[in-house]
Antibody, heavy 126, light 113 residues
């Protein structure tokens, strides 16, 4: 079964740090580009971070640049989000999501985020 | 950044009736280089993780019923449900992946009358 399982959420004080993990199973993790997306209470979905295979390309939302860092460990089928200098507005459910693709003569064609984890809750509060 | 605007915010629908959600982008999502339009639709059902419904404007994701369809061009897009079922309740989001940062619309809450 294709699956993503997040962990690492919890209660943290403002200014604190957390490291979220996402373990993949059921597919060849190192061939997929991965993302983190969050949903704050009462708000909509917000894309946060992207990492390509082999970590060649990384993108972050401006509001988390310099505070959050996405990384991956392909040997352990794992994706991470290191979150530092946390703020109350970072309180949310955090999801990892796989970017689907198919190979074509002209290179990979991407098909949206087709597999999502169950989410891990981060609460930033004193 | 690309700003995505969805309407309506709330959508009450009678089962068996059609439903339509609009999404507008602040910039074109059409890539003239490859002919693709980089607009996806997601549904987050209550208590569940988001799920992909439609990708690249109009392609249904695996397992998505054919009552869901995506259309549009350039900056204006529509998700249509031909006959709403009770299981379709939840928050619907459009998302552009034309350019980073990827951005979502604010969401449309579909509820059953």
């Amino acid at each position: 079964e294709v699956q993503l399982v997040e962990s690492g959420g919890g209660l943290v004080q403002p200014g604190g740090s957390l490291r979220l993990s996402c373990v993949a199973s059921g597919f060849t993790f190192n061939t997929y580009e991965m993302n983190w997306v969050r949903r704050a209470p009462g708000k909509g979905l917000e894309w946060l971070s992207y990492i390509s295979g082999r970590s060649n390309t990384i993108h972050h939302l401006d509001s988390v640049k310099g505070r959050f860092t996405i990384s991956r460990d392909d040997a352990n089928n794992s994706l991470y989000l290191q979150m530092n200098s946390l703020r109350a507005e970072d309180t949310a459910v955090y999801y990892c999501a796989r970017l689907a693709y198919t190979n074509s003569a002209g290179g990979p064609r991407y098909h949206g985020m087709d597999v999502w984890g169950q989410g891990t809750t981060v609460t930033v509060s004193s | 950044d690309f700003v995505m605007t969805q309407t309506p915010v709330s959508l009450p629908v009678t089962p068996g009736e059609p439903a339509s959600i609009s999404c507008r982008s602040s910039q074109s999502l059409f890539d003239s280089g490859d002919g693709n339009t980089y607009l996806d639709w997601y549904l987050q059902k209550p208590g569940q993780s988001p799920q992909l419904l439609i990708h690249t404007l109009s392609y249904r994701a695996s397992g998505v019923p054919d009552r869901f369809s995506g259309s549009g061009s350039g900056t204006d897009f529509t998700l249509k449900i031909s006959r709403v079922e009770a299981e379709d309740v939840g928050l619907y989001y459009c998302m552009q992946r034309m350019e980073f940062p990827w951005t979502f619309g604010q969401g449309t809450k579909l509820e059953i009358k």
